[in-house]
Each structure stands twice: as structure tokens, then as C-alpha cells.
């Protein structure tokens, strides 16, 4: 009986909604569930204040011919250590005149921060490379996650107007110190990305499975802490990363 009474009630709110709306109300209710799915969250750029930061920031502001930059990486540790394989470095990416914007722990909002404060400035690559939002699994969920990125791209973007961005998708990580596992959830936001990337006519690459075993798990022999890859791994990522930016680079700059 009160079930029924409870389905009487809705029945009747529905329709004076529909009365009121001239029989929008169900379409309305549709447009809202939408708005919903797609919410929108901007981020706000965030200034690192630590040395290391202050440093980079500053050797980068001041490197000479950036006019000359042919491919750009911008990210955060994962890109960062390509700085510690400079032999890899050259072989994978030399031909392409590249330069190094990754800065070990860098969120989502650290890195806006930068692209927002002069370090694209005198730039016009014809290739910008973004690896980025591994560093903000721990804090924040998929949603703010595609958002960030979505706002770095047209960050970078509005920047670097004739460059082609190339999205890869965030790498494998083992489980944290408090045993936190996060392989379903970068699953999930690389297959969002794929999406906004298509949407906004980026390339995109998700070189996730080459670090992987056999069960589905990062391969520790690749990625010794979980979250970094070794020279052996980067050894693997160098060639599928060059051949995708070789298919994008514009014949002009090389």
C-alpha cells in the first residue's frame, strides 16, 4: 500500500512538471542527466615554490634557440628521466631537434602553471609530446583528472597554435606504500582520454601493455618502484614513441 501511495505521489509530481513545462519535463530531466555526465571542473595552475622547480624553471626561460625546437615534451618524472638516458635520448628523438619540459613531481596544476608562465614563450614546435596526471591519482578522482588534462591541451594549445599534440595515455603503476592500486583506474581514464583526444583532433598513444606481465601487472624488471621507468623501459618506449611522432612531424622541420 505505501509503495503504491509512494508511486501515486510521483506520478502525479510528473505530471504537474509536465503541465508546467508543456510536457518538457522528461526531456529536461534528460539535459540534466547529460549536463551531469559531462561536468566540467577547470583546474587552477599551481606555482611549486622549491628549489629544483625555481631552477628548471628559470634554465628553461633562458635556453637559447627555442625558435629551433622541433618536438617538445612536456610532463612530469616519466619525462623528466629521459634526461638520465641521454644516449636513448638521442637515438629515439635527436633527428627531431627535441627539447625537455618535464619536471620531477609535477601535477596537472604544476605543469598549467608553466605552459601559463613563459616557458613556451619563443617556441613553435611542430610536435608537443604530454605524458601527465599520474601524480594526481593520489589525491584527486578520473573526472578532475580528464578535466586537467583536457585544460593543459588547450593551454598548450592556444600556445603553440601550430603545433600537433600527441597524448599518451598514463603509464602502469603497482600498488603505493599504503597499497593503493590504481591499474583499473588509469584503464578507465585512458579510455576517457582516447575519447577527448579524438574529440579535439589530437594523436594519442597508449604505450600502457608494453609494461606489463603476462598477468596484467607492471613489470617491476621495467618499472623497479612501480612508477618509474628504468633504462630498459624507456628503451621499449623510445621506439613506439618515435615512430608515432615521426608520422605527425611536419616535413618542414626536419
Known amino acids: 500500500m505505501v509503495g503504491d501511495l509512494t508511486y501515486t505521489k510521483r506520478a502525479f509530481l510528473s505530471g504537474i512538471l509536465d503541465f508546467i513545462t508543456g510536457g518538457r519535463g522528461a526531456r529536461w530531466k534528460c539535459r540534466r542527466e547529460r549536463k551531469k555526465e559531462d561536468r566540467y571542473m577547470p583546474i587552477e595552475p599551481i606555482m611549486r615554490s622549491d628549489d629544483h622547480h625555481s631552477e628548471k624553471h628559470r634554465r628553461i626561460m633562458d635556453m637559447s634557440g627555442k625558435d629551433r625546437v622541433g618536438v617538445l615534451f612536456i610532463g ?3 619525462t623528466r ?4 638516458n641521454p644516449d636513448l635520448w638521442d637515438e629515439f628523438f635527436g633527428s627531431f631537434r627535441p627539447a625537455n619540459l ?5 601535477t596537472l596544476e604544476n605543469i598549467l602553471w608553466r605552459m601559463e608562465n613563459g616557458e613556451l614563450e619563443g617556441m613553435n614546435p611542430s610536435v608537443a609530446v604530454i605524458l601527465a596526471g599520474t601524480n594526481n591519482l593520489g589525491t584527486r578522482d578520473n573526472a578532475y583528472i580528464l578535466d586537467g588534462l583536457a585544460d593543459l591541451g588547450r593551454s598548450i594549445e592556444n600556445r603553440l597554435s601550430d603545433a600537433k599534440l600527441l597524448v599518451l595515455g598514463i603509464l602502469p603503476r603497482d600498488l603505493d606504500e599504503t597499497g593503493m592500486d590504481y591499474c583499473s583506474r588509469i584503464i578507465e581514464i585512458n579510455k576517457g582520454l582516447q575519447s577527448l583526444c579524438a574529440r579535439r583532433g589530437y594523436a594519442f598513444l597508449d604505450p600502457g601493455s608494453s609494461f606489463l606481465t603476462d598477468g596484467g601487472r607492471p613489470d617491476r624488471s621495467l618499472l623497479p618502484d612501480g612508477l618509474h621507468l628504468n633504462a630498459a ?4 618506449l623510445g621506439p613506439i614513441l618515435s615512430a608515432e611522432i615521426s608520422k605527425i612531424f611536419r616535413p618542414a622541420y626536419t
Open 233 to 236: 623501459g624507456y628503451r621499449i
Open 81 to 84: 628521466r629521459w634526461e638520465d
Open 102 to 106: 618535464g619536471f620531477g613531481g609535477d
Open 76 to 78: 612530469d618524472s616519466l
